[in-house]
């Protein structure tokens, strides 16, 4: 499977501030996604990364709150805008690896909005 | 919104007594998947079960899937204390996006 890697792995910030989220992936694929868990919580879908168009977004997230970018078939970054202590969550990418429909997750970024 | 409800929420049990848990989901999807999430970290995968499999297998895991009940279970034989752990089950509509369940809490007791 591929092998995720996300940067930071946490981060603690001040509200009204952003944070970029990167993730990298070992190999081209072509299916990234962002989820976010908050506080015991299960996961829910942020947005789906298209390379070299704008993303998707799921119904309550949208794209000034949560700027995407995808460059390549390997890198993928989330933005958290004019952060708030709600945003507090692990934020995770996963992608959909070698067309057999299973998805793998990146280690996941946990925030803190102070 | 969540397609998938877990049952139950949380389970203890002795280590090497086994461990069932179930994920009813509302609309036909293309397949599922069963995920480990250890102490908030990132999660790991475990099994996907297309819509057209009633079980699959790996290692201590088994899996089930009933179409006709919007169900699917999952079944850990011989815990030991490194299954502690939370599991989702997350169901794909055929379009890769991931709907995920609450969650079960499962607490391995030495």
């Known amino acids: 499977s591929a092998v995720i890697s996300q940067k930071p792995s946490r981060d603690i910030c001040q509200r009204g501030t952003s944070l970029t989220i990167q993730c990298q992936v070992d190999?081209?694929?072509?299916?990234m996604f962002w989820y976010r868990q908050q506080p015991g919580q299960s996961l829910t879908l942020i947005a789906t990364?298209?390379?070299?168009?704008?993303?998707?977004?799921e119904s309550g997230f949208v794209i000034d709150k949560f700027p995407i970018s995808r460059p390549n078939l390997t890198f993928s970054t989330l933005t958290v805008s004019n952060m708030s202590p709600e945003d507090s969550s692990i934020y995770l990418c996963?992608?959909?690896?070698?067309?057999?429909?299973?998805?793998?997750f990146g280690p996941g970024t946990r925030l803190t909005v102070l | 919104s969540q397609q998938g409800e877990e049952d139950p929420q949380a389970l203890s049990i002795q280590e090497g007594e086994n461990a069932t848990m179930n994920c009813s989901y509302k609309?036909?999807?293309?397949?599922l998947q069963w995920y480990r999430q250890n102490s908030g970290r990132g999660l790991v995968h475990l099994i996907l079960?297309?819509?057209?499999?009633r079980e699959k297998h790996s290692g201590r895991l088994r899996v089930t899937l009933d179409t006709s009940k919007k169900s699917s279970s999952l079944l850990i034989t011989a815990s030991r204390a490194a299954d502690t752990a939370s599991y989702f089950c997350?169901?794909?509509?055929?379009?890769?996006?991931?709907?995920f369940g609450a969650g079960t809490t499962v607490t391995v007791r030495a």
């Open positions: 609309t036909s999807i293309n397949n």
């Open positions: 190999s081209q694929v072509t299916m």
């Open positions: 990364a298209n390379q070299g168009s704008e993303a998707t977004y």
């Open positions: 996963s992608v959909e690896d070698r067309g057999y429909n299973e998805q793998f």
């Open positions: 997350a169901t794909d509509l055929n379009d890769y996006k991931l709907s």
């Open positions: 079960i297309r819509s057209n499999e």
